[in-house]
C-alpha cells in the first residue's frame, strides 16, 4: 500500500533530496511552496512532474490545517524555515514567526485533524551555539546564538511538548551542517565551491571570508535526508543527532576546494570583517552514536569527496552558462 509524505520546504537543498528519496521508495510525495513572484522550483525542476505541488505558508495556520485534512498524509516532514543565520538577526521577527511559531502551526494542524500523522522537525546544530560539551549529543544543553538558533531551539521543545502531551509520533533530527551542489550560494560553503570554480574559470579574482577559524561537522545532505525516514520508520517517537563525528575549519574547506583545481587558496582569499557574526559559534561536532545504534545509519560521502563534488557541479554549471567568457587559470 503506497503512503503519502507532505514536505513543507520541498524546493529547498533537503526538500529536494527527500522528495527524490521518497518517490523511489514508492510514496505519494506532496510539498508546500510559498507564493513567489520568482520561479523557486528549480532544485525540484527533474521531479516536478512526480511531485503535487501546493500554496501555503507556515505562517497560515487555517491554510496549513485545511492542507493537511485535504493531502491527509502519514507523515509530515517540516523542513521550511527562515534558514540563513545572518538574515536572522536583521529579520528576527520573521525568523521567530516561521522557523519557531511555524512548527507550532504545523503539530497544532495535525492535532486537530489525526494525531496518527507521523511528524519530523528538522532541527539544527545551531542550537547548541556556545557548546557546553565536546561532541554534541542528544543531550548537550542547548545555548542558541543566533535568532534563528534561538527559533530552532523552540520548535525542537515544542515538538517535544507536542509528543508528551498529546501522544504524537513527532520527533527531531538535530543536523549538523549538510552541504550539496544544491545548497544556496549565500551559505559559506558553496560560496567556497562557487567562487572557487570562478576563480578557476577566470571569471572572479577574490574569495571573500569572514571567519576562517570556525570549525563545523559537515556531511552530504543526500545522506542526511535518510536519517530523517528512517525515524519516522521506528516504533517510538525520538530525537537523534546527525553528523559525521568529524570536525574541521573553514580554511581546511577552503584549502580543498582550491587544491582540486590545482590553486593555492593564499593567491586568492580576502579577509572581510563583514562577514563576521555578531555571536560566532566556534566549534560544531556530533555524536552520532545514537543514530548509528538505533537506526542503522552512517554516513556514505567524505569531507574531500563533499568538497570535490560541490567543486565539480559548479565547475560544470559555469562553463555551460558562459562558455565564451572562459579564462581558465592554468598552475603557476
Not at 510539498?31 to 507556515?58: K, M
Not at 580576502?270 to 566549534?283: G, M
Amino acid at each position: 500500500m503506497s503512503r503519502t509524505a507532505l514536505i513543507t520546504g520541498i524546493t529547498g537543498q533537503d526538500g529536494s533530496y527527500l522528495a527524490e528519496l521518497l518517490l523511489s521508495k514508492g510514496y505519494e510525495v506532496h510539498g508546500v511552496v510559498r507564493r513567489s513572484s520568482s520561479d523557486n522550483c528549480q532544485r525540484i525542476r527533474h521531479i516536478e512532474s512526480d511531485v503535487t505541488l501546493h500554496p501555503g505558508d507556515l505562517i497560515d495556520q487555517q491554510s496549513l490545517t485545511q492542507l493537511i485534512a485535504d493531502v491527509h498524509p502519514d507523515e509530515v516532514y517540516n523542513l521550511a524555515a527562515m534558514s540563513f543565520v545572518p538574515t536572522s538577526w536583521p529579520q528576527p521577527i520573521l525568523t521567530a514567526e516561521t522557523t519557531g511559531l511555524g512548527v507550532t502551526r504545523v503539530l497544532e494542524a495535525i492535532r486537530s485533524v489525526d494525531r496518527q500523522i507521523r511528524f519530523y522537525q528538522a532541527s539544527s546544530s545551531e542550537m547548541f551555539g556556545r557548546v557546553q560539551e565536546t561532541p554534541q549529543s542528544e543531550t548537550t544543553p542547548f545555548w542558541p546564538r543566533s535568532p534563528y538558533s534561538v527559533a530552532k531551539v523552540y520548535g525542537h521543545w515544542i515538538t517535544v511538548n507536542y509528543r508528551e502531551s498529546f501522544d504524537l509520533f513527532a520527533c527531531s533530527g538535530i543536523l549538523f551542517n549538510h552541504e550539496s551542489p544544491r545548497r544556496g550560494t549565500e551559505f559559506v560553503t558553496r560560496k567556497i565551491s562557487r567562487t572557487v570554480a570562478k576563480i578557476k574559470l577566470g571569471l572572479a579574482e577574490e574569495l571573500r571570508l569572514g571567519n576562517m577559524k570556525a570549525k563545523r561537522d559537515w556531511g552530504f545532505a543526500g545522506d542526511y535526508v535518510e536519517a530523517m525516514w528512517m525515524m519516522l520508520q521506528q516504533d517510538a517517537a525520538e530525537d537523534y543527532v546527525v553528523g559525521t563525528g568529524e570536525t574541521y575549519e573553514v580554511e581546511e574547506f577552503v584549502s580543498a576546494a582550491f587544491e582540486h583545481v590545482n590553486l593555492d587558496w593564499h593567491d586568492y582569499v580576502v579577509i572581510d570583517p563583514k562577514f563576521y557574526r555578531p555571536a560566532e559559534v566556534d566549534l560544531l561536532v556530533a555524536d552520532p552514536t545514537k543514530a548509528k545504534r538505533d537506526l542503522g545509519w552512517e554516513p556514505k560521502v567524505s569531507f574531500r569527496e563533499l568538497v570535490t563534488m560541490m567543486v565539480d557541479a559548479d565547475l560544470a554549471d559555469l562553463a555551460s552558462r558562459a562558455p565564451a567568457q572562459l579564462k581558465p587559470r592554468k598552475v603557476a
